[in-house]
């Protein structure tokens, strides 16, 4: 989790990737509650940038149901050079994932019994895309053995559609491979140099729901899928694909019209003559003027949106002003910036 979110800007410039809040979550929430679900409570978060954001949220994780254990980086190792940094405290088979942008429903114990069946030294989670051109094509025999890694092939001329999901369970002994102190790639590095050597590297073919949520439009898609029930997080087991959900007390006048799915926190004020039109996150503390209208649209903490503004397919991130009469689409709107969402 160690880099500033480059490609999800403006929405990262003051805020680390696994904070970004989604349906009104911290990113990284999600993937502590689904580990924790699956039976791993020991994690190791690698960081560098803002990390003390991170900490100031979650702690120990005695909150969350699991121990936490924080490796600060003082430059970016790499994906590799990474966990690198935290090998004392890896003595077993042990699950990578990253953990700022990338989402999977998959089954660890699954993941796990398939790495131990083939004897793996490690297992790359893949997952197929119909356009492999922009990723890291995993090519794979009949036995689902590791032949080669093809970076991001020019489109026609890809071998195989499975493409590395940035999820994998490696035996203690490959950190050996990685040169201490140095930035040093999964990718680019630690996976050729285990072919070259003939350790056995396996890729677990995941099937389910996949989302690297590296970009604006991502990010926006992951909300809307969540709320739509394409895609499920256990933060979010009772809630009702067209209902509206109330997470704590908000103020909502009698003549606003809201049709779910909506998710309204609390603290919120939303008044008199409001359309507020489903698939709706409103974060906290949000204010919502007289005949305003909301469709498609995301909104982070403390948003103040005016009397008669129209948002519609925009993420607006936290203590943005809005002011009154605004008619704004597709953008990304912070309180120092606005740019289109979808170009």
């Known amino acids: 989790m160690g880099g500033p979110g480059m490609r999800l800007r403006p ?70 050079g990474a966990v690198k940094n935290a090998a004392a405290y890896l003595d077993g088979p042990f699950v990578v994932l990253n953990g700022d942008n990338v989402f999977l429903e998959i089954d660890f114990k699954e993941v796990y019994a398939f790495h131990r069946d083939k004897k793996a030294k490690a297992t790359i989670f893949t997952t197929w ?7 890291g094509v995993v090519e794979m025999d009949a036995d689902q053995r590791v032949k080669r890694f093809i970076e991001k092939p020019p489109p026609g001329t890809e071998t195989s559609n499975w493409i590395n999901a940035g999820g994998y369970i490696l035996e203690p002994e490959v950190l050996e491979e990685i040169p201490a102190g140095k930035h040093y790639m999964f990718e680019k590095g630690l996976f050729p140099r285990l072919l070259e050597i003939g350790r056995h590297l396996y890729g677990y073919t995941y099937k389910g729901y996949w989302l690297d949520m590296g970009a604006p439009q991502k990010y926006f898609n992951f909300n809307m899928d969540l709320l ?36 309204v926190e609390n603290g919120c004020k939303i008044g008199p003559g409001v359309s507020v039109k489903g698939p709706v996150v409103i974060g906290k503390g949000c204010v919502i003027g007289d005949g305003a209208g909301l469709e498609k649209t995301i909104l982070w903490d403390n948003v103040n949106i005016g009397k008669n503004s129209s948002l519609e397919k925009c993420i607006v991130s936290g203590n943005t002003i809005i002011k009154d009469g605004s008619k704004i689409e597709n953008s990304v709107v912070t309180p120092s910036k606005k740019v289109p969402l979808f170009v």
């Open 129 to 135: 895309v119909d356009d492999p051109s922009a990723f």
């Open 228 to 263: 739509l029930k394409k895609t499920k997080s256990p933060l979010l087991q009772n809630f009702q694909r067209d209902g509206v959900y109330y997470s704590g007390d908000s103020e909502v006048h009698p003549a606003a019209r809201i049709t779910g799915p909506v998710l």
């Open 11 to 80: 929405l990262t410039d003051n805020c680390p990737k696994p904070i970004v809040p989604v349906v009104n979550k911290p990113f990284l929430e999600h993937t502590l509650t689904h580990l924790k679900l699956s039976g791993i409570a020991d994690i190791i978060l690698a960081m560098s940038y803002l990390p003390e954001a991170i900490r100031d949220y979650f702690g120990d994780g005695e909150r969350f149901g699991v121990r936490l254990t924080y490796c600060i980086e003082e430059e970016p190792m790499g994906t590799a």
